[in-house]
């Protein structure tokens, strides 16, 4: 459970900075890679952190 909102979280982050960078005009394949690579460090942060939480 704490894995989905840590990801439901960094999915919001995740729109908003794509959002204003389609808003700078920034070229589409530059946003999904940002994107991607935020989407891989949520992943990362968010089973780090719900791990740690759930053995204690």
């Given at each position: ?20 960078l389609?808003t ?5 394949h530059?946003?999904e890679?940002?994107?991607?690579i ?15 939480r759930?053995?204690?």
């Amino acid at each position: 459970m704490t894995l989905l909102i840590y990801l439901a979280g960094w999915i919001i982050l995740i729109a908003g900075v794509s959002w204003g960078l389609v808003t700078l005009h920034v070229a589409q394949h530059t946003v999904e890679i940002v994107a991607v690579i935020l989407l891989g460090v949520a992943v990362i942060t968010g089973a780090t952190r719900a791990r740690s939480r759930d053995k204690t």
